[in-house]
């Protein structure tokens, strides 16, 4: 069963950037496609961005050509670059590991993204 840690949230202001990291343990990461989803207070928690694990990615019409999805096999860890942040983007961002045998969702605890002025 993999285990997922997520990191690099923070507080930034509008048109800066940040990029989280999420370290797995516990499971063959090359057998995981990955994905990043967010949730803002009172909404429902949305997709961002995935990757496959043979390195594909997908992106929400949202965050097109601001943010990157990437993955290292080798560190067991994926990766989003946030540029040009909006306040809009606040929200908890949660990591996700979609096993692709099994299909089995595995959930990182979330790491907070505060954008303001």
């Known amino acids: 069963q993999v285990q997922l840690v997520e990191s690099g949230g923070g507080f930034m202001q509008p048109g800066g950037s940040l990029r989280l990291s999420c370290a797995a343990s516990?499971?063959?990461?090359?057998?995981?496609?990955m994905g990043w989803y967010r949730q803002a207070p009172g909404k429902q928690r949305e997709l961002v961005a995935t990757?496959?694990?043979?390195?594909?990615?997908n992106y929400a019409d949202s965050v097109k050509g601001r943010f990157t999805i990437s993955r290292d096999n080798v560190k067991k860890t994926v990766y989003l670059q946030m540029n040009s942040l909006k306040p809009e983007d606040t929200a908890v961002y949660y990591c996700?590991?979609?096993?692709?045998?099994?299909?089995?969702?595995?959930w990182g605890q979330g790491t907070q993204v505060t954008v303001s002025s």
């Open positions: 990757i496959t694990s043979g390195g594909s990615t």
């Open positions: 516990g499971g063959i990461f090359s057998l995981y496609h």
């Open positions: 996700n590991a979609d096993h692709i045998v099994s299909r089995r969702f595995t």
